[in-house]
């Protein structure tokens, strides 16, 4: 199975800032990458697919690179609504495996 | 607009079964595979299972395999999780989604609650 590592498992920021959140894979999957924001009781919501190609709908503040790997996910000015939980997830081939999530908190 | 609503959770005793509905609504049933996913109360994102648009492919993670079966009716827009043998680790909020031929899981329904237990 691949698996997926996320960092840093909880992030305090404050409106404004650029934050960037890492995700390692354990073997190759190309650009077979994509984030999901999660909020509190709330279904995942998927911002990203193909490692940087963003949904439509979301905000262009969302941004995502990297293949193979290594891969982020940055936001490029936090905003309140940003503030949930984030998860990457690769889906290069079965089972489908998400990292453990990554915490954005308001400092 | 793409809609998918799950039913059917509830609290069930170890080793019991359950049936969990998908309806799906506002796009192509039958050109996309299906999911169901699941989190365990304050954990992250398990995927459980896919299923090909005819059926004639579903995938399991490990964890469920043996005990949970995928299904579809693409006559009525829906997609099925039969549970059996249930675990108290099974539970979780269950949450189907459209999964895109390529991937990955693009619209999710809000979930249903399964808690097994005692």
């Known amino acids: 199975d691949i698996q997926m590592t996320q960092s840093p498992s909880t992030l305090s920021a404050s409106v404004g800032d650029r934050v960037t959140i890492t995700c390692r894979a354990s073997?190759?999957?190309?650009?077979?990458l994509a984030w999901y924001q999660q909020k509190p009781g709330k279904a995942p919501r998927l911002l990203i697919y193909k490692a940087s190609t963003l949904e439509s709908g979301v905000p262009s503040r969302f941004s995502g690179s990297g293949s193979g790997t290594e891969f982020s996910l940055t936001i490029s000015s936090l905003q309140p609504d940003d503030f949930a939980i984030y998860y990457c997830q690769q889906y290069a081939g079965y089972p489908i495996t998400f990292g453990g999530g990554t915490k954005v908190e308001i400092k | 607009e793409v809609q998918v609503v799950e039913s059917g959770g509830g609290l069930v005793q170890p080793e019991g079964s359950l049936r969990l509905s998908c309806e799906a609504s506002?796009?192509?049933?039958?050109?996309?595979?299906m999911s169901w996913f699941r989190q365990a109360p304050g954990k992250g994102l398990e995927w459980v299972a896919n299923i090909k648009q005819d059926a004639s492919d579903k995938r399991y993670a490990d964890s469920v395999k043996g005990r949970f079966t995928i299904s579809r009716d693409n006559g009525k827009n829906s997609v099925f999780l039969q549970m059996n043998s249930l675990r108290g680790e099974d539970t979780a909020v269950y949450y189907c989604?459209?999964?895109?031929?390529?991937?990955?899981?693009?619209?999710w329904g809000q979930g249903t609650l399964v808690t097994v237990s005692s």
């Open positions: 073997q190759t999957i190309s650009y077979w």
């Open positions: 506002g796009f192509s049933f039958t050109s996309y595979w």
């Open positions: 989604a459209r999964y895109p031929v390529s991937g990955p899981a693009d619209y």
